[in-house]
T-cell receptor, first 120, second 114 residues
């Protein structure tokens, strides 16, 4: 069975600080995809990034960066120079690739989310 | 515009009164699924469908039914809703062609069962 752990239930920082959201996962699949989604107070789920398990390159998109380390089964998300608009719940999620050997439903397995509060 | 739509967005009902939440996507996606989101539990998969007439249980299917008669639609049916089904529900779709594609989520349906 797959599992995604986001140990940080809530993080509060002051605007302009850097903040890292942790994500640790467990899977028996040898190939899989990892995702981060943002859920602002309005409630919709906003896709941020998808990472293939074959690709361990870190990725940067503006103030957002992601550190994927297969050796430690982690896929951490860093926001640099945080802004109030970054306040949201952030979810890390995992899914096997089609035909993956881990079995189970083919949907996303989500972590419980990290509530990020950016104070002005 | 590529999108997943859900209706209704908000629903208040009473225990035992059958209801259906509709989900429709315009991207010709094969894969569709339903999730529920509860405080402290994240999102959990209820049912999913790999294609027309192919559905299967997710992690929390009890009390729910689905059908996939057309590729674009994947309604969620609560035959006899109970208060523990009060939740935020999301429908999602993705392509199953080749590599696993990103799942697109609908806007969510907030359900309150009294």
């Amino acid at each position: 069975a797959q599992k995604v752990t986001q140990a940080q239930t809530e993080i509060s920082v002051v605007e302009k600080e850097d903040v890292t959201l942790d994500c640790v996962y467990e899977t028996r699949d040898t190939t899989y995809y990892l995702f981060w989604y943002k859920q602002p107070p309005s409630g919709e789920l906003v896709f941020l990034i998808r990472r293939n398990s074959f690709d361990e390159q870190n990725e940067i998109s503006g103030r957002y960066s992601w550190n994927f380390q297969k050796s430690t089964s982690s896929f951490n998300f860093t926001i640099t120079a945080s802004q109030v608009v970054d306040s949201a719940v952030y979810f890390c999620a995992l899914t096997p690739t089609p035909g993956g050997s881990g079995g189970g439903a083919d949907g996303l397995t989500f972590g419980k989310g990290t509530h990020l509060i950016i104070q002005p | 515009e590529a999108q997943v739509t859900q209706n209704p967005r908000y629903l208040i009902t009473v225990t035992g009164k059958k209801l259906t939440v509709t989900c429709s996507q315009n991207m010709n996606h094969e894969y569709m699924s339903w999730y529920r989101q509860d405080p402290g539990l994240g999102l959990r998969q209820i049912y999913y469908s790999m294609n027309v007439e192919v559905t299967d249980k997710g992690d929390v299917p009890e009390g729910y039914k689905v059908s996939r008669k057309e590729k674009r639609n994947f309604p969620l049916i609560l035959e006899s809703p109970s208060p523990n089904q009060t939740s935020l529900y999301f429908c999602a779709s993705s392509s199953r062609q080749g590599i696993q594609e990103t799942q697109y989520f609908g806007p969510g349906t907030r359900l309150l069962v009294l």
